[in-house]
Structures are given as structure tokens and as C-alpha cells.
T-cell receptor, first 110, second 114 residues
Framework: DAKTTQPTSMDCAEGRAANLPCNHS???????VYWYRQIHSQGPQYIIH???NNETNEMASLIITEDRKSSTLILPHATLRDTAVYYC???????????FGKGTRLHILP | EPEVTQTPSHQVTQMGQEVILRCVPI?????FYWYRQILGQKVEFLVS????????KSEIFDDQFSVERPDGSNFTLKIRSTKLEDSAMYFC????????????FGPGTRLTVL
């Protein structure tokens, strides 16, 4: 799997948009960008994924740069319940395993 | 909404004992996984299982570990002779194998080896 680089931690005020960046400069043409999160001691939770187009679902938006070397996960109106570790992962969509990095610890501040 | 369930939520065992961790994947899913997370560390892949056989395993998944799907619903991870360093959260996951291959994770079993 291509390596990703994420900031160790970020803060965001409650109600504001949380923008989490991820660099994946060595991503291959057939690799997708996936985002998962892990709320304290719970199992990882799938958020969103994309190949090259921007994607949006009920949880978040994913913005992928045109060269696909970086992406941003956007939580449009962050709540305290969004406090978690967010993992950016690149992988071929039929890969068996997910390789988790250290992720970004997002703190939502009241 | 369908979800992956795991039992027990917390298992305490003595070093050298065998433990079996149980998972009920989402009912129409075909691919099954075990991951573990040692306290304060990254989530690590252990093994994937499809069509009643292991499809991939990590270096962590040595001869002390085994997986089984004994019936149409359960998926188990057995550790034959537990060691102190096996203490961790163990997560089961499943996926349908669709083109998106989104994996759904269970809540985990916290294994404590004394």
C-alpha cells in the first residue's frame, strides 16, 4: 500500500468544518483513498472513499487533488462526537487487508 | 442497520491458556478479518478468510493462532497458548466483497493475559 502522511493531531471548534489533510504522493493509478475513524477504544468505522472525483456522503466530503497526491476529508459541522483518530488509507479496492497508520487525532472543542 | 458483533467484550486469561474470541459477521458478507490493537499502538491486520480458507495472514498470525467458521454465522479466532504480549483489543471485520470492499468492524474484545 502507498504510504500516507497525516498530521498527528488537530483541533476544531464545535460547529465548524473540520478539514483533515492527507498526503499520498506515491499513490498508484488503481489505488483508492479511504478514510476510517476510530472513536476511543471502538472498532474502526468506514467514512468515505474515492478514486479521483470528489465524493460526499451523509458523514463527510472527500476532496482529492487533480494529481491525486493529496486529499482532504471534510466534516462539515463537527460535533463533540466526532472526536476520534482519523485514518487516511490508500489501497487497491480489492485488497484483503487494511494497513492502518497512526492517523490524525481530531479534538473537537466545545 | 446490520452490524458485526463480538463476544465476549472482555476476556481475562492466564498465560498459557487457550482462548476463543467469537464474532458474528454481517449476514450476507463473504470476507472476514481479524485485526488487533495493542494499547496505544496502531491497528494491525492479522488474517483474512474467504471461502472457508485463509486468504492472507500477517507475520503476527503464527502457529498459535487459528481461525474457523464453524457454522454459517460465527467466525472465531483461537489463540492456543496465550502469552503476555497477546494482551490487546481484537477486532473482527467483514465485507461483502463488492467493488468498494468496505470493511465493517465489530466493537472488539479486550483480551488481558495475566
Amino acid at each position: 500500500d502507498a504510504k500516507t502522511t497525516q498530521p498527528t493531531s488537530m483541533d476544531c471548534a464545535e460547529g465548524r468544518a473540520a478539514n483533515l489533510p492527507c498526503n499520498h504522493s506515491t499513490i498508484s493509478g488503481n489505488e483508492y483513498v479511504y478514510w476510517y475513524r476510530q472513536i476511543h477504544s471502538q472498532g474502526p468505522q468506514y467514512i468515505i472513499h474515492g478514486l479521483k472525483n470528489n465524493e460526499t456522503n451523509e458523514m463527510a466530503s472527500l476532496i482529492i487533488t487533480e494529481d491525486r497526491k493529496s486529499s482532504t476529508l471534510i466534516l462539515p459541522h463537527a460535533t463533540l462526537r466526532d472526536t476520534a483518530v482519523y485514518y487516511c488509507i490508500v489501497r487497491v479496492n480489492r485488497d484483503d487487508k487494511i494497513i492502518f497508520g497512526k492517523g490524525t487525532r481530531l479534538h473537537i472543542l466545545p | 442497520e446490520p452490524e458485526v458483533t463480538q463476544t465476549p467484550s472482555h476476556q481475562v486469561t492466564q498465560m498459557g491458556q487457550e482462548v476463543i474470541l467469537r464474532c458474528v459477521p454481517i449476514s450476507n458478507h463473504l470476507y472476514f478479518y481479524w485485526y488487533r490493537q495493542i494499547l496505544g499502538q496502531k491497528v494491525e491486520f492479522l488474517v483474512s478468510f474467504y471461502n472457508n480458507e485463509i486468504s492472507e495472514k500477517s507475520e503476527i498470525f503464527d502457529d498459535q493462532f487459528s481461525v474457523e467458521r464453524p457454522d454459517g454465522s460465527n467466525f472465531t479466532l483461537k489463540i492456543r497458548s496465550t502469552k503476555l504480549e497477546d494482551s490487546a483489543m481484537y477486532f473482527c471485520a467483514s465485507s461483502s466483497g463488492s467493488s468498494y470492499n468496505e470493511q465493517f468492524f465489530g466493537p472488539g474484545t479486550r483480551l488481558t493475559v495475566l
